[in-house]
C-alpha cells in the first residue's frame, strides 16, 4: 500500500499503530493524538474524519487482531486530542469500538472496552444519545468468559452509571424495555449486572423507576430462586427497597399492574420466592385496599394453600398468607342502598365473584384441613356479606360442600353443615331472603340436601357409623331441630334400602332420646295434650315403623302406654335377631339413664302406671337373662307392689294413659305390621342374593 492510502497517517505510524507490542501502539496513538489537536486547533474538520474513517474503516476492516488493536488505539487517542470536540464525531468514533466489543478474539475486546471508556470519560452526557447500542455490548461483556475482559467492562460499567445518574435528560422509559429484555436471562453474571443496574438507577432521587416497576418486578422475582447466593441476596434487597418505596407513596404507584405477578409467584415452591411475593400481597392489601377486588378470587388461589403450612421453616409464609386472607375479608362489603350506583360496592365494586366461588370450590379439595375450612369460612362470609349475589352461586357452591361432609375432619365437616344451613335458610324466594324457621321447606335446597346427606350416609357404611349422629347433632343446632326429623322422617318414608332407613332410624331415635341438642325436642315430644306435639308425633311415626325398638322407644316417650303393650305384642311374630336384642338392651340401658327418669318416677303412680308396667314386664320377656334383663327386673322390683296414692302432679300438664289425645292407633299399628313385612321380604330377597353369589351367579 502506499502513503497516500492511510493519510494523514504515515507509513510508520500505522506499522507503530499496528504492532503487537503495547508500548509501539501507545507511541503512535500520542502522534495520532498531538495531530488530532493540531487539526482541531485548525478547524480542519476534513482532516479529521478522514483520520477516523481511515481508523475506524480501513483499519478496522483487517482480520488481524492486532490491526484491529492499533485502530482501537488511534480512535481513543483522536478523541483524547479532541477533548470535548470529540461529541461531534462521536457516531464515527464509537460505532466501530462498540462493533469489536463482539469480537471473537479476546484481546480486541478488551482492547475495544478500553477505548469505549476513554471515549465516554470525555463525552460523557453527550454520548447517552448512543446509549443503546453501548449498553447493549456492555450487558454482553458482563457475561465474557475471559476475566480480563469482564475486568475492563466493570470498569466501563461504573462508567456508564455515573454518566447516566448525573444526567438530568436521561431517558428512563425508553431504557427499561432494554433492561426487561436481559432481566430473564440464566446467565449469573448477567443476571448481576442487570440487577446491579436497577439497583443504581433506584437510588437515585430523580429517576421514578417505581413507575416502571411492573416491567421488571416478574424478572427480578425470577432472580429470587438463582442458585447464586450473592445474587438472591441483591434481589431480596432491591425488592426491599422497592416495597419501601411503595409504602411511603403509594399514589404513585400501580398496584393493578404487578397483583397478577405477585400471585403468580405466591404459588413458587421456592420459599424465599412465595414469602417475599405474598408480603407484597398483604401490603397490597394494605394500601391499595377496594382497588384489589378485581383479584380476589387470585390473591386466594395462592394465599389460602400456604395456610397448610405445618413446619417451622415456612412460618412466615403461614402467618403472612393468614393475615391477607383476613385483609381480604375486610375488603368485601354489603350491597349498596338502592340510591347507590350498583359499582359503589359488592359485586358492582370490582369483585368477580363467580371467580371466587370457583377457588373457594377448588380449595375444598385440598388435602390440608387449615385450607378447607379457610375457604369453607369464606364461602360462609360472602353468603352473610352478599346473599343475593352468592344466591346465583348456590348450583355450584351446594354440590361441592355436600361433597365436604364425607371428609375427615370435624372442623370441615361442622362448617360444612354451616354452609350447607345457610344455603338452606337463605334463598326460601329466589331474592335470597333469608326464611324463617318454619319456612325451611319452601327453600329449593332443603330437602335436595337432607336427601344428599342420606345418599352419602347410605352409600359409605363408615361414614354412617363414624359421622352420622354428628352430622345430625349439628344439623340440628344450626337448623331447626324438629323441621329437620320431620324432613328426614318423610324422605326415609320413601327410602328403598330397607337396611338403610331402619339403620337410620337408629341414628335418629338414639339422638332424640339422648343428645343433649335435641332437649327441646324430647321435652315436646311428653307434651302430648298438645296440637303441634300430636302433628309431630304423627309424622315420625311411619318411619320409626322401620325400627320396632326405636318406635318403642318413642311410645314411650310420648307416654302412648297402651300402644306400646299393642307393640310388643307384636314382637313375637317378628325375627328376633341378635341385632334386635342389642337395640332392646341398648333401650333398657336408656330407661336406666337420667333422660328417662320422669319414666321411672311414673312407676310409683299405682294403678294409674298399670299400662307402663305391663310394657317394660313385656319388654322384659323379650330378653334372654342377660344383664340387661336383670337391671330391668331390679327395677321393677323397686316398684311398690301394691297401689300408692299417686305423686303430686307437677306444674306441667303430663300425658297419661287416660290423658292421650285420641289417636287412630288401628290405622297407625297397620302401618307398622306393614313396614315390618316389607323387610321380612326385603331380608328374604337379600338372603336370596347372597345364595346366588355364593353360587357364582352375578
Given at each position: 500500500m502506499s502513503e497516500r492510502d492511510y493519510a494523514p497517517l504515515s507509513i510508520a505510524c500505522v506499522r507503530g499503530l499496528c504492532d503487537k507490542l503495547y508500548d509501539k501502539r501507545k507511541f503512535a496513538g500520542v502522534e495520532i493524538e498531538k495531530m488530532v489537536k493540531d487539526f482541531s486547533d485548525a478547524n480542519n474538520t476534513s482532516q479529521?474524519?478522514?483520520?477516523?474513517?481511515?481508523?475506524?474503516?480501513?483499519?478496522?476492516?483487517?482480520?488481524?487482531?492486532?490491526?484491529?488493536?492499533?485502530?482501537?488505539?488511534?480512535?481513543?487517542?483522536?478523541?483524547?486530542?479532541?477533548?470535548?470536540?470529540c461529541v461531534t464525531y462521536l457516531p464515527e468514533l464509537t460505532h466501530p469500538i462498540v462493533a469489536c466489543l463482539s469480537e471473537s478474539e479476546s484481546r480486541v475486546r478488551y482492547q475495544a472496552a478500553e477505548a469505549l471508556f476513554n471515549v465516554l470519560k470525555i463525552a460523557r452526557g453527550a454520548a447517552l444519545a448512543h446509549f443503546p447500542p453501548v449498553f447493549d455490548a456492555l450487558a454482553r461483556l458482563a457475561a465474557d468468559p475471559e476475566p480480563q475482559v469482564k475486568q475492563g467492562a466493570e470498569l466501563l460499567d461504573r462508567l456508564l452509571k455515573d454518566i447516566v445518574t448525573e444526567s438530568p435528560s436521561f431517558d428512563l422509559a425508553a431504557f427499561v424495555p432494554m433492561l426487561r429484555e436481559r432481566i430473564y436471562t440464566r446467565n449469573a453474571f448477567a443476571r448481576q449486572f442487570v440487577v446491579s443496574w436497577v439497583s443504581v438507577l433506584d437510588a437515585v432521587?430523580?429517576?421514578?423507576?417505581?413507575?416502571?416497576?411492573?416491567?421488571?418486578?416478574?424478572?427480578?422475582?425470577?432472580?429470587?430462586?438463582?442458585?447464586?447466593?450473592?445474587?438472591?441476596?441483591?434481589?431480596?434487597?432491591?425488592?426491599n427497597e422497592f416495597l419501601r418505596s411503595i409504602k411511603k407513596d403509594p399514589s404513585r404507584v400501580d398496584f393493578q399492574a404487578m397483583i397478577n405477578i405477585l400471585i403468580t409467584h405466591a404459588q413458587s415452591p421456592e420459599e424465599l420466592v412465595q414469602l417475599t411475593a405474598i408480603t407484597w400481597i398483604k401490603e397490597f392489601c394494605e394500601l391499595a385496599g377496594a382497588g384489589l377486588r378485581a383479584h380476589a378470587?387470585?390473591?386466594?388461589?395462592?394465599?389460602?394453600?400456604?395456610?397448610?403450612?405445618?413446619?417451622?421453616?415456612?412460618?412466615?409464609?403461614?402467618?403472612?398468607?393468614?393475615?391477607v386472607n383476613f385483609q381480604l375479608t375486610k375488603l368485601l362489603v354489603p350491597d349498596p342502598p338502592p340510591s347507590e350506583p350498583a359499582d359503589a360496592a359488592g359485586e358492582g365494586g370490582g369483585l368477580r365473584l363467580d371467580a371466587v366461588v370457583g377457588v373457594l370450590t377448588q380449595m375444598l379439595?385440598?388435602?390440608?384441613?387449615?385450607?378447607?375450612?379457610?375457604?369453607?369460612?369464606?364461602?360462609?362470609?360472602?353468603?352473610?356479606?352478599?346473599?343475593?349475589?352468592?344466591?346465583?352461586?348456590?348450583?355450584?357452591?351446594?354440590?361441592?360442600v355436600v361433597g365436604s361432609l364425607t371428609d375427615a375432619s370435624d372442623d370441615v365437616v361442622r362448617r360444612s353443615l354451616a354452609v350447607l344451613a345457610e344455603i338452606c335458610s337463605c334463598g326460601a324466594h329466589s331474592t335470597g331472603e333469608s326464611a324463617t324457621p318454619g319456612d325451611l321447606e319452601s327453600s329449593p335446597y332443603y330437602y335436595k340436601f337432607l336427601?344428599?346427606?342420606?345418599?352419602?350416609?347410605?352409600?359409605?357404611?363408615?361414614?354412617?357409623?363414624?359421622?352420622?349422629?354428628?352430622?345430625?347433632?349439628?344439623?340440628c343446632v344450626l337448623l331447626n331441630a324438629e323441621d329437620i326429623y320431620k324432613a328426614l322422617s318423610k324422605i326415609l318414608q320413601q327410602e328403598k334400602n330397607l337396611r338403610f332407613a331402619a339403620t337410620m332410624v337408629d341414628?335418629?331415635?338414639?339422638?332424640?332420646?339422648?343428645?343433649?341438642?335435641?332437649?327441646?325436642?324430647?321435652?315436646?315430644?311428653?307434651?302430648?295434650?298438645?296440637?303441634?306435639?300430636?302433628?309431630?308425633?304423627?309424622?315420625?311415626?311411619?318411619c320409626w315403623c322401620h325400627s320396632p325398638v326405636s318406635l318403642l322407644a318413642l311410645c314411650l316417650l310420648t307416654h302412648n302406654y297402651p300402644h306400646c303393650n299393642t307393640l310388643i305384642a307384636t314382637f313375637g311374630d317378628l325375627e328376633i335377631t341378635v341385632d334386635f336384642l342389642t337395640e332392646v338392651d341398648k333401650l333398657v340401658q336408656l330407661i336406666e339413664s337420667p333422660?328417662?327418669?320422669y319414666l321411672r318416677l311414673e312407676l310409683l303412680r299405682g294403678e294409674e302406671s298399670a299400662e307402663l308396667r305391663s310394657a317394660l314386664y313385656g319388654l322384659l320377656m323379650l330378653l334372654p337373662q342377660s344383664d340387661a334383663f336383670h337391671t330391668l327386673r331390679n327395677r321393677l322390683q323397686c316398684a311398690p307392689p301394691l297401689p300408692l296414692p299417686p305423686l303430686p302432679k307437677p306444674h306441667r300438664k303430663e300425658s297419661t294413659s287416660s290423658q292421650t289425645p285420641a289417636f287412630d292407633f288401628e290405622h297407625?299399628?297397620?302401618?307398622?305390621?306393614?313396614?315390618?313385612?316389607?323387610?321380612?321380604?326385603?331380608?328374604?330377597?337379600?338372603?336370596?342374593?347372597?345364595?346366588?353369589?355364593?353360587?357364582?351367579?352375578?
Open positions: 479529521i474524519k478522514r483520520l477516523i474513517r481511515v481508523l475506524g474503516q480501513d483499519l478496522m476492516s483487517s482480520t488481524n487482531p492486532n490491526v484491529k488493536n492499533g485502530a482501537l488505539m488511534g480512535l481513543s487517542s483522536v478523541a483524547v486530542g479532541l477533548g470535548k470536540g432521587p430523580d429517576i421514578d423507576l417505581i413507575a416502571h416497576l411492573p416491567e421488571l418486578l416478574d424478572g427480578l422475582f425470577n432472580m429470587l430462586d438463582d442458585p447464586n447466593q450473592e445474587i438472591r441476596r441483591m434481589c431480596d434487597v432491591q425488592l378470587s387470585g390473591v386466594l388461589c395462592a394465599v389460602l394453600p400456604c395456610l397448610a403450612y405445618t413446619d417451622e421453616p415456612r412460618k412466615s409464609i403461614r402467618e403472612t398468607a393468614a393475615t379439595h385440598h388435602n390440608s384441613v387449615h385450607t378447607k375450612v379457610a375457604a369453607l369460612d369464606w364461602i360462609l362470609h360472602l353468603y352473610n356479606k352478599m346473599p343475593n349475589e352468592m344466591f346465583q352461586e348456590t348450583g355450584e357452591v351446594f354440590v361441592s336427601q344428599a346427606l342420606l345418599r352419602l350416609l347410605a352409600a359409605d357404611d363408615n361414614l354412617l357409623e363414624d359421622r352420622g349422629a354428628f352430622i345430625i347433632r349439628q344439623l341414628v335418629l331415635s338414639t339422638i332424640l332420646l339422648t343428645a343433649a341438642e335435641l332437649y327441646e325436642l324430647r321435652h315436646q315430644l311428653r307434651a302430648m295434650d298438645k296440637p303441634a306435639t300430636r302433628e309431630l308425633f304423627t309424622r315420625l311415626y311411619p333422660i328417662f327418669a297407625l299399628l297397620s302401618t307398622f305390621k306393614s313396614v315390618q313385612s316389607a323387610h321380612r321380604e326385603y331380608k328374604a330377597l337379600d338372603r336370596s342374593r347372597a345364595r346366588l353369589l355364593d353360587k357364582g351367579y352375578s
